[in-house]
C-alpha cells in the first residue's frame, strides 16, 4: 500500500555507476514501472476528487433549491450551480488542493504547498516584474498576505451567497492579477488563463454563456493545437508508461521501439499521439455545430471518454480536478445551454477581453515562449515545456533549510519519514528518468557535462530537477520551468549566498511555434551565466534518453 515499486537492481551498485549508466538504468526501470507510485497515493487523489465535488454541493447549497446530494440530478446543470463551480474551483487550486498537489508532484509531507505558503511572510516569490515597486520583491511582504486572505475571503463570500452578480466576481478580477504582479505562483495556480477569463464573462449577464462556450472552445483548440509537435508522443508513451490500468501485460513495452535498448517512442505510441491530437480538434466543433441534437451527444460522449482516458492514466502534475471542471463545463455550456449561440456576444468590451485572452496571449505565447507561462499559452501536456535542472555541490543544498523561510523540507527529508536511503534514492531518480524520456529532456545528456568544471567532479553534486527546487521553496509546481528559471535563482542567491560552482542551473526553454530549437542556458548562482546556445528539436529527436 505505501512502498513504492522499487527499480529492478540493486540501488547501491546503480548508485555507483556512470551518471550515463544511471541514467539508462532508471529510464528503462521508468518504462516498464513508471514512478512506482504505491497504491495509496491513488486514493490520495480519489478522495480528493470527492472532497472537491462535495465541498461544490455544500456551497450550492446555499442557493435555494439546489445542492442536496439527493436531487444532485435536479440541479447540476443550474447556471447558478455552474457559476459556483467556476468559483470553486478558482478558490480549490489557488489553496494548492488541486494542480500540483501530492506525491505525483513531488509533494509528500505536507501534500500541499499553496496557501501553507502564500499565507506566510517571509516566503520566496516569484513577481512578474521584479523591478516594479512594492511587487517586485522576492520575499512575501505581510501586504502580499493580506491580499491572499481578502481574495480567498470574497471567493468564499461568493460561495455562500444564493446568487452570483458581477458584485460577487468584481473583487476576485481586481485582487488576482494584482497579486499576480507580486507572485505569478499564486496566479497560475488559480488556473487563471482559465478560470479567470470565464469570471470576466459572468460580468454581462445576458451574455455569459455564450462567452463561456468561447472559453471552453479555446483551451481544447489550444490545447490541440500545441500538440503538433515531435514532443507529444514522447509524452503518451511516458503517461502509459506511469498508468496504473497498464500494470499488466506487454503494454508498456510496446510504447516503445525496441525495449530495453531504444526507448524513443514506438509507432503505437505516434498513432495513438496523432489520434488523440484529431479527437481533441473534432469534438469542440461536434459540440459548437451541433445544437444540442444527435451531434451534440455524439461530441459530448467523445469529450468524455477523451477526458477520462487523461484522468485515469494520472498524468504526472495532476490536473483531475481541472479536467472534472472541463468535463461539467462541456455538458452546461454545449448541452443544457445548446440553445444560446456562442454569436450572441455583442459587448465590445467583452469581445476585446475573448480576444486578448484567448486568441492574442494564447498565439504570442506558442511564437515566444520565453516570454509566457506555458499555461497562458494554453500549452497544456504536451511534452513542449521549459525546465531545467539544479546541480548542488555536495550537502550544500541544506543551505535551502538553514536560510529560506518555507514550509516543507527538502524532498529527501520529507520522504525520510517513512522509507530508507535506498528507497528515497530510487523515488527521487524516477524524476530524472521521467524528465529525460521527455523529447525536450534529450537536451540534458550533452548539456549536464558542460554544468560542471571538471567531468570528474560531476559525482560531487546532488542532482534536483527544478520541479522539485520549487515544490520546496515557493510552494507550488506544475510544470512551468519559468517558476525555477534565473529569478529564481536569483531570489535564493540572494538569501543563501552559494559560493561560486556550488550551485549550477541549467534552464531550457520551450520550443517556439514554428521554430526548429529550444534555447539553453548554463548558470552559476554567484558570478552568472558561463554559457548559452540552442539544440535542434529534429536532432534531439533521434537520440536516446541517455547519454551515449
Not at 490520495?44 to 461544490?56: A, D, G, N, Q, R
Not at 489557488?94 to 509533494?107: A, F, I, K, V, Y
Request: charged share 15%.
Amino acid at each position: 500500500m505505501f512502498k513504492p515499486a522499487l527499480p529492478p537492481y540493486e540501488i547501491s551498485e546503480w548508485k555507483a555507476k556512470p551518471f550515463a549508466d544511471r541514467v539508462r538504468m532508471v529510464c528503462q526501470a521508468w518504462a516498464v514501472q513508471g514512478y512506482g507510485t504505491p497504491v495509496f497515493v491513488y486514493s490520495f487523489y480519489l478522495l480528493k476528487i470527492v472532497f472537491y465535488v462535495w465541498m461544490w454541493c455544500f456551497f450550492c447549497s446555499f442557493s435555494p433549491g439546489i445542492g442536496h446530494l439527493g436531487t444532485i440530478s435536479s440541479w447540476w446543470l443550474e447556471p447558478v450551480a455552474f457559476q459556483k463551480a467556476l468559483l470553486w474551483s478558482m478558490l480549490f487550486e489557488g489553496l494548492g488542493l488541486g494542480c500540483g498537489s501530492g506525491p505525483l508532484t513531488g509533494r509528500y509531507f505536507p501534500p500541499f504547498g499553496g496557501f501553507l505558503y502564500f499565507l506566510r511572510p517571509g516566503t520566496t516569490k516569484v513577481s512578474f516584474w521584479p523591478k516594479l515597486p512594492f511587487f517586485g520583491r522576492s520575499q512575501r511582504t505581510l501586504a502580499d498576505v493580506v491580499l491572499y486572505l481578502l481574495h480567498c475571503g470574497f471567493l468564499v463570500y461568493a460561495l455562500i451567497s444564493p446568487t452570483i452578480t458581477i458584485y460577487h466576481v468584481l473583487p476576485t478580477l481586481i485582487l488576482l492579477p494584482l497579486m499576480g504582479l507580486s507572485d505569478k505562483a499564486i496566479f497560475l495556480s488559480a488556473r487563471s488563463e482559465h478560470y479567470l477569463t470565464a469570471l470576466i464573462c459572468l460580468m454581462f449577464a445576458s451574455e455569459w454563456v455564450s462567452a463561456s462556450k468561447w472559453v471552453w472552445l479555446a483551451v481544447w483548440v489550444w490545447a490541440a493545437t500545441s500538440k503538433l509537435n515531435r514532443h507529444f508522443p514522447s509524452v503518451v508513451a511516458v503517461m502509459c508508461s506511469n498508468s496504473p490500468f497498464t500494470l499488466f501485460g506487454p503494454f508498456r513495452k510496446w510504447m516503445y521501439r525496441s525495449f530495453p535498448d531504444d526507448l524513443r517512442p514506438s509507432k503505437l505510441a505516434v498513432l495513438l499521439a496523432h489520434m488523440g491530437t484529431v479527437v481533441e480538434f473534432c469534438f469542440p466543433f461536434l459540440l459548437v455545430f451541433g445544437q444540442g441534437g444527435t451531434i451534440t451527444w455524439v461530441g459530448l460522449t467523445i469529450m468524455l471518454l477523451f477526458h477520462v482516458f487523461i484522468t485515469s492514466n494520472v498524468p504526472m502534475g495532476v490536473p483531475i480536478e481541472w479536467n472534472v471542471m472541463m468535463v461539467y463545463g462541456a455538458f452546461f455550456l454545449f448541452g443544457a445551454q445548446s440553445g444560446v449561440s456562442m454569436l450572441d456576444v455583442s459587448s465590445p468590451l467583452l469581445i476585446g477581453s475573448l480576444v486578448t485572452f484567448l486568441l492574442l496571449i494564447p498565439l504570442l505565447g506558442n511564437l515566444f515562449p520565453a516570454h509566457f507561462s506555458f499555461l497562458s499559452s494554453m500549452r497544456y501536456y504536451a511534452g513542449n515545456w521549459p525546465y531545467s535542472v539544479w546541480l548542488f555541490k555536495g550537502d550544500c543544498s541544506k543551505k535551502l533549510d538553514e536560510h529560506l523561510v518555507k514550509f516543507s523540507p527538502r524532498v529527501s527529508d520529507q520522504l525520510r519519514i517513512l522509507y530508507d536511503e535506498d528507497v528515497i534514492t530510487a523515488v527521487i531518480s524516477k524524476v530524472i528518468a521521467f524528465r529525460a524520456m521527455h523529447l525536450q529532456g534529450r537536451a540534458i545528456q550533452s548539456l549536464v557535462p558542460k554544468m560542471v568544471d571538471d567531468i570528474d567532479d560531476f559525482e560531487q553534486y546532488e542532482y534536483l530537477d527544478g520541479e522539485l527546487v520549487a515544490g520546496v521553496v515557493i510552494g507550488w509546481n506544475f510544470g512551468d520551468g519559468h517558476l525555477h528559471h534565473h529569478q529564481l535563482l536569483e531570489a535564493i542567491q540572494e538569501q543563501c549566498q552559494f559560493a561560486e560552482s556550488e550551485l549550477r542551473c541549467l534552464f531550457v526553454e520551450s520550443q517556439p511555434m514554428g521554430g526548429k530549437s529550444m534555447s539553453w542556458k548554463i548558470v552559476d548562482a554567484a558570478i552568472g551565466v558561463l554559457e548559452e546556445g540552442e539544440m535542434s528539436v529534429k536532432e534531439m529527436d533521434t537520440l536516446q534518453p541517455w547519454p551515449t
